[in-house]
């Protein structure tokens, strides 16, 4: 009879410092994930608000342009005819960004602008007119026809009209270079653009100190859309 010779169960003794030294690593490497995930989520939550704040300055922008536009085109009216030129020259100096803002919110009122300051008021209007004194002579009225020159009447066909503001001057010379007397704002007028005539009249307060001799001329022109 035949013995088997006995075998050994016994496990390797484990070592301790690499058991440890696996754990410690672990560890880190799990600390070293979770500071990645950590760092990646607030650098995209900063981009994120990077970009909002990006996008609301933008926007704040855009208002800012928008609303210097709107006052722009706001300026452009009968009432504020003398200020035009400069408008105009601020209009010409201005960024491209309000520039182009100002051309969609009122193109016509830029074409009015370059109008009127390419052009006088007198290169505009053809007037006649006749004036009379009343009887004791403190009153004058005048009348006559006021119409747009031909070929700016064909410039501005795209308008529905042209306000005409006359004022009238008098001297003591027929050659009037000793005005008197001047008084502006005497009648406004809504000279149509087809190039027909309109008759006007009007009267004033008259002193005869101020001479026989007067002129009407064109005050100022607006046209309007």
Wanted: charged fraction near 20%; proline fraction near 4%; include cysteine.
């Amino acid at each position: 009879m035949t013995t088997k010779p006995a075998t050994s169960t016994a496990k390797p003794a484990k070592n301790k410092l690499l058991s440890i030294y696996n754990r410690v690593m672990g560890l880190t490497l799990i600390l070293v994930i979770a500071a990645a995930i950590t760092f990646g989520v607030l650098a995209n939550k900063y981009r994120t608000q990077a970009r909002s704040l990006s996008e609301q300055a933008a926007t704040a922008t855009a208002k800012a342009i928008e609303t210097r536009a709107n006052t722009w085109c706001s300026s452009i009216s009968a009432s504020n005819a003398e200020a035009i030129p400069q408008l105009y020259d601020d209009y010409k100096n201005a960024s491209e960004q309000l520039r182009q803002s100002i051309d969609s919110q009122c193109t016509k009122r830029v074409t009015t602008a370059v109008f009127m300051t390419t052009y006088t008021p007198d290169e505009i209007v053809k007037l006649t007119d006749e004036c009379t004194r009343n009887a004791d002579g403190t009153v004058v009225t005048c009348s006559g026809t006021a119409e747009l020159y031909r070929d700016k009447a064909d410039t501005l066909t795209s308008f529905s009209n042209t306000t005409v503001v006359l004022t009238i001057e008098f001297s003591t010379d027929e050659t009037r270079q000793n005005v008197t007397h001047v008084d502006k704002d005497v009648v406004t007028l809504t000279v149509p653009t087809d190039g027909n005539k309109i008759d006007y009249t009007f009267d004033l307060p008259y002193d005869a100190a101020w001479g026989a001799f007067y002129k009407i001329t064109p005050q100022s022109f607006f046209p309007n859309e």
